[in-house]
């Protein structure tokens, strides 16, 4: 089953590969906030229980590493976490994915609503051109060097 994560080519363009290979990062094309991103499995499951041991580790390294690389790149103070598992709680998307969602104080996100409250604004969101996205991915990377490198000193 070919989903838009997996067949997208401007997606395979900006993603981040995790060092353990088993999960991989990219900005989303509809941020709510600045450097909003999704980490997702490589392996295309939908669901939480589906996954491997390996595969969960895999997904919580790399949501360490981008948080890191957020607060560098973005100024980061905060967080919000989220995944909707199952269609019936909003998944739009079969492959499991977990947004992140920097936060600063202050911030009303992209969209001058306050993601505290909407999360899941229902509705459309305009897109962020691919050129834009790019940028992010690459601010990503740049930070996420940075601080595996910070890591190994
Ligand atoms: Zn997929």
């Known amino acids: ?21 088993l999960a991989w990062a990219f900005p989303t094309n509809i941020p709510i906030t600045e450097g909003h991103t999704l980490v997702v499995p490589v392996r295309c499951v939908g ?42 709680a909003g998944q739009s998307v079969p492959h499991l994915h977990l947004h992140i969602v920097p936060r600063k104080k202050g911030d009303t996100g992209i969209h001058n609503y306050d993601p505290r409250k909407f999360l899941y604004r229902t509705g459309d969101r305009p897109e962020t051109p691919e050129e834009e996205l790019s940028q992010v991915a690459l601010r990503i990377k740049k930070a996420l060097d940075l601080t595996s490198l910070s890591q190994d000193t």
């Open 47 to 88: 669901r939480f229980e589906e996954l491997t041991e390996d595969e969960r580790r895999a997904l919580e390294e790399l949501r360490y590493q981008i948080t890191e690389a957020l607060k560098s790149a973005f100024g980061a103070e905060g967080f919000n976490f989220a995944w909707n598992d199952g269609e019936v």
């Open 1 to 21: 089953m070919a989903c838009v994560f997996c067949t997208n080519l401007d997606i395979r363009a900006r993603m981040i590969i995790g060092s353990n290979k």
